[in-house]
């Protein structure tokens, strides 16, 4: 399954990391798209992320685990744009 990553607007003051991502279980891959001290602008579409983790299920059961892993993990902290 791939798990877009909630996105909001700001300056980025912390964000998970790549490696940190790819320590939950069954994940097979992780893409960031920004980083500490990127500007998010206030423009924002549906599709807006700010990364992509693509993770394995073993069964139907499995992927709201998955899902409750990564949002465990999940860290976005921006200063606000003004």
Known sequence: MNCDLPIRPGKIRH?????TLLQIPGAVSAYMKYAVGDVIGSTLDSSATTGLVFLRAENEAMVDQRVRELAALYVLDVTPAL
């Open 15 to 19: 964000i998970v990391d790549t490696d």
